[in-house]
């Protein structure tokens, strides 16, 4: 008896190992657009990144000069990362009615963005979604978003959001917080300064 104890408690916890293993390897999203070098860096190496390729959580996602890549994640959301930029999908887990745990967070290291919001903000709107940049944390109530991300300054844009939807920022060096509230409003974080007012967007900042 003792024996048959043993071997199910092995056999449970592998079950377990198996299990974790087979979530951290289940595809997040699908490349759905892609011009000129975009890669994907895991743990095991550097994927070049083309149409239908598929990305995991922890991956991290580089394009190079005149690149961009658009991803469509299981949700339905949609990130579109322009040239030169550097994001890593560090935490994800979308199951059509599992809204609590449901939740995103997007690491912006650098370059620019857009983010068209999907279920998972549908599902859980105060905690599931979440971005970081070196500079800021922000929390996603809304449908699409924009983001500049440069050593030293940060752009942070809504370009439209429907019902009540907010993008709440909160800066990461003096917790200082506001919130976007309506479409084609920007704000500018610049390390140690208080954080800027919100203002218009320009025509330029539109495009």
Do not use: C
């Amino acid at each position: 008896m003792r024996y048959w104890i043993t071997t199910l408690a092995i056999l449970v916890l592998a079950g377990m190992a198996f299990s974790t293993q087979a979530l951290a390897a289940q595809a997040i999203g699908t490349v759905i657009g892609v011009q000129g070098a975009a890669t994907a860096l895991d743990d095991g190496g550097t994927r070049s990144l083309e149409m239908t390729s598929q990305v995991y959580v922890a991956d991290t996602i580089l394009t190079g000069p005149e690149s961009k890549v658009q991803i469509l994640f299981n949700d339905d959301t949609i990130l579109a990362q322009g040239p030169e930029s550097e994001s890593t999908l560090s935490d994800y887990a979308y199951l059509a009615g599992g809204e609590e745990d449901s939740r995103f967070m997007l690491d912006m290291a650098e370059g620019t963005f857009r983010v068209i919001t999907g279920k998972i903000v549908e599902d859980n709107p105060d905690e599931g979604f979440r971005m970081q940049t070196p500079l800021a944390v922000i929390g996603i109530r809304g449908t699409m978003t924009g983001h500049l991300v440069k050593p030293g300054k940060e752009h942070h844009y809504s370009l439209d959001l429907e019902g009540n939807h907010t993008i709440d920022v909160f800066t990461r060096f003096d917790n200082s917080d506001t919130s976007l509230l309506q479409d084609f409003q920007a704000l500018d974080i610049t390390p140690g300064a208080p954080i800027g007012e919100i203002r218009d967007m320009t025509p330029e900042e539109q495009e």
